[in-house]
T-cell receptor, first 114, second 116 residues
C-alpha cells in the first residue's frame, strides 16, 4: 500500500498570506489528523477529521482550519500567516474506527513564513 | 490532561553499544503508548506500540519497549545500536478526544547521536 502523501513538501509564504496544504491518506483509512512541529513547542495536535467531519480539535486559533473530502483526502488552511506559523506540518492517517487506533505519518510540509 | 516526558534531550552512544531511551507519561486511564522515529527532513515512522497484554513489545529495526504501569514508564531499548539509528525519537500517548477516536500527545523528543 502507498503511504501517506503530502503536497507540497516545501512552501515559502509572506506574512498575511494564506496557505493550503494537502494530505492523501493510506487507502482505506478514513481518519486524517494534522500536527504542527516546531523546535520550541514540539509536536502539537491541530485537528482530526473522520468521514468529512471534524471530530477532534487542538488549541489553535481559528486561522487554522481544515476539511476532508469524500475520498478521505484532507486539506489544511492557514489564513493571515504569522512568522510563528513557520513549522513542519505533519498529516497522519488511520482507519479511524474502533479503539485503539494507530496513526501513520506522511513526510510533512515545511512551511516558511517570511 | 495527558502528558509525556522524555527526560533526555540528547543522547550519544557508540555503535554497537546498548541503548535505552526514557519515557514517562501521565494519563488517568489505561494508556495507548507509541514510539516514533524521525530522521532529518522526514516524517514520523512508527517503531512500536502498546495497547494491552504483554508489557514487553517488539518493534521494527530490533527495538523493544517495556510498559511499567507502576512507574508510568514506557522505555525504548535496543541491545546494539547501528549508525543508521541516529535520529530523533518521540514517545506518545493516545488519549480519547472529544469523539470516539483519540489524539496523540507527544514528548519533546530525544535526539540520538551514534559515534563510530
Amino acid at each position: 500500500k502507498a503511504g501517506v502523501t503530502q503536497t507540497p513538501r516545501y512552501l515559502i509564504k509572506t506574512r498575511g498570506q494564506q496557505v493550503t496544504l494537502s494530505c492523501s491518506p493510506i487507502s482505506g483509512h478514513r481518519s486524517v489528523s494534522w500536527y504542527q512541529q516546531t523546535p520550541g513547542q514540539g509536536l502539537q495536535f491541530l485537528f482530526e477529521y473522520f468521514s468529512e467531519t471534524q471530530r477532534n480539535k487542538g488549541n489553535f486559533p481559528g486561522r487554522f482550519s481544515g476539511r476532508q473530502f469524500s475520498n478521505s483526502r484532507s486539506e489544511m488552511n492557514v489564513s493571515t500567516l504569522e512568522l510563528g506559523d513557520s513549522a513542519l506540518y505533519l498529516c497522519a492517517s488511520s482507519p479511524g474506527t474502533g479503539m485503539p487506533d494507530t496513526q501513520y505519518f506522511g513526510p510533512g510540509t515545511r512551511l516558511t513564513v517570511l | 490532561a495527558q502528558s509525556v516526558t522524555q527526560p533526555d534531550i540528547h543522547i550519544t552512544v557508540s555503535e554497537g553499544a546498548s541503548l535505552e531511551l526514557r519515557c514517562n507519561y501521565s494519563y488517568g486511564a489505561t494508556p495507548y503508548l507509541f514510539w516514533y522515529v524521525q530522521s532529518p527532513g522526514q516524517g514520523l515512522q512508527l517503531l512500536l506500540k502498546y495497547f494491552s497484554g504483554d508489557t514487553l513489545v517488539q518493534g521494527i529495526k530490533g527495538f523493544e519497549a517495556e510498559f511499567k504501569r507502576s512507574q508510568s514508564s514506557f522505555n525504548l531499548r535496543k541491545p546494539s545500536v547501528h549508525w543508521s539509528d541516529a535520529a530523533e525519537y518521540f514517545c506518545a500517548v493516545g488519549a480519547k478526544g472529544g469523539g470516539s477516536n483519540y489524539k496523540l500527545t507527544f514528548g519533546k523528543g530525544t535526539l540520538l547521536t551514534v559515534n563510530p
